[in-house]
């Protein structure tokens, strides 16, 4: 579903109410650009001095971070995509509701706040080669404001609104027609506040060029913004008992009111909060993600059609609504999921929430503290893995386990658009591959049993498999001790422990006896390769693969082939013990069963899961010498 800023407040309510019931959100977002990448970046030493990279040498996460900062700080997010899941653990479904909102970088005027951003040639060129409209973020984008641009813009208008807090001017002697200015205008003031017969006198004064009289007055003709900040500035200092008021052409003088002075702060602070909303646009949906404050959300603003026209509602039941999904997403925080998400999370804090630390442990501690639970597909399809060749791009990996039926994945009646239409490097649509892609990918691995320890080493894949195994070979464990895991028969799974190899701890279905021969062990097939794309004139090898997640020194990655057969293992017929009439249990013939042998499981793995200890929180960052970044807390 497109949304854009006319059709968003009618459907934040709808987005939150979603997001209140979701089990994930899935991301990606579309940039104005992106890091350089450094050739022979210097490097300080101990020293003192500098020490300059070889060429093709590894960059260290900390590096990385720096570029990925310094470009999140010039360069500009022009889409973001959600996708909103929901699973019914009953049927076994998971409903998707994909947004696609454009981000629109202008700012109201009147907040006094800036914003300054660029845009990269080749991102630029890689979007427009992929149909993004680079008019639509301007023209039809959602409003956003960090959360620290909002804090600037609420005390810049409070200062604004306590007069005492603005410098004075001070008038130099050669400023001859301002010094006469400023003493006609006390002159006209002590004259007002003596004034005798107080019926011939009104009861306010207006300060202007010519006399009193203001009717033949405009803002070209009347006072210049000079000489109405020092009539502002004498009222407050010499005569506290008056309030000056400034009209078009003139300033106005009035006996002071406190009442009525504190009912207009009040009225002029609702209004400016009630602005500041509005251009807080689609941070409240990303507030809502992180169990932030939505208290000054107006119910009344959803009260809107998408035509911009106001609407009838039920007031009441709406606001009883919004305060029963405001405390539930109080009381709750989304697991994020993305794919390649360490250049993207950076990006996305920067815009929604303010300036990035300066250090990438600080970093991995503000964003664990916002999401508890992240979740990379890029590192899921890469864990421990050394095939330098194989796939993980997201359209890779989608079109991987497209065919897969179970877990059941649906689209929502109302978000229909992507049933039946691919595009590519439209965020929204990232968004639900990512959503498809992790569903079905947990699913396939939790049932591969492949949650190995969460170190990034050990266990690894031959390159010419192409894909994350589950190592029985010669019946030895290569670990020193792991925990039970289970092994496919074609049949049935037996449960084993693979610190013993042969004794199953238990079956799921009973193994008949047969003294039928023991057919040969198939080998997997490798997985098809996938079909060449077809190149541009302006496909070549560059920096901006990364943006189609097509990076030279990937690691590798999980492939699956639904279209080929499932080469099932087979373990030897039991015998019956002459000694006590049970029967014994057959070995485990040694097997190297890869994730596309697995029948997938009906749903993802629980949250609290020991899968997601291994898979959770832990981003690829490829070309860096640790490979990936492991977020703070888990």
Known sequence: MDVDRRSFHWQLPRMLRALADAHFVAIDLELSGIQSKTIHRPKAVDNGSVESRSFGSKQTLQERYEEAKEAAERYQILQVGLTIVTEDAETGTYTARPYNFYLNPILEVKLDIERIFSFQSGAVEFLLSHGFNMQAPFTLGVPYLSREEEITAMDMELARQNKAGIADIHLRSDEVESIQFVRKVREDIEKWKNREGAQSWPEFLNIAPDGHSVTQFTEKRGLNNYQKRLVHQLVRAEFPEFVSISRPGFIQIIPLDKEREDALQKTKMKGFEEKLARQVGLRWLVEGMVGGDLDNIDPISFASCLDGNPVWLDLRELKREFKEVQTKLSEQRTVLIGHNLFMDLINFYKCFFGALPDTLSEFQELIHGLFPLIVDTKY???????????????????????????????????????????????????????????????????????????????????AEEGG???????????????????????????????????????????????????????????????????????????????????????????????????????????????????????????????????????????????????????????????????????
């Open 380 to 462: 899921m399809s890469t864990h421990n893995n050394s095939n330098i060749n194989a796939r993980s791009g997201l359209d890779e990996l989608d079109a991987d386990l497209y065919k897969m039926t179970i877990p059941s994945i649906a689209l929502h009646k109302d978000h229909s658009k992507y049933s039946d239409l691919s595009i590519a490097h439209e965020a929204g649509y990232d968004s639900f591959m990512t959503a498809r892609v992790v569903i079905r990918l947990s699913a396939k691995l939790e049932a591969a049993g492949h949650y190995v320890d969460s170190d990034d080493e050990g266990w690894h894949t031959p």
């Open 468 to 634: 994350v195994l589950i190592d029985l070979t010669n019946g030895t464990s290569p670990r020193k001790s792991e925990a039970p895991k289970q092994l496919y028969t074609g049949n049935h799974f037996i449960h084993f422990d693979p610190n013993t190899q042969t004794t199953p701890l238990r079956t799921e279905a009973p193994i008949p006896a047969t003294t039928a021969p023991i057919p040969p062990i198939t080998k997997p097939k490798i997985p098809k390769p996938p079909p060449t794309k077809v190149k541009t004139p302006f496909s070549h090898a560059g920096m901006f693969d990364a943006l189609d997640d097509a990076s030279a020194d990937d690691e590798g990655s999980v492939n699956f082939d639904e279209t080929e057969p499932l080469p099932y293992s087979t373990a030897i017929p039991p015998t019956t013990d002459s000694k006590d009439g049970w029967d014994t249990p057959p070995p485990l013939v040694p097997k190297v069963l890869d994730a596309s042998e697995q029948p997938a499981s009906r749903l993802m793995p629980p949250w609290d899961s020991d899968f997601w200890n291994v898979y959770g929180n832990k981003l690829r960052v490829n070309g860096t010498v640790e490979g990936f970044c492991e977020l703070s807390g888990r």
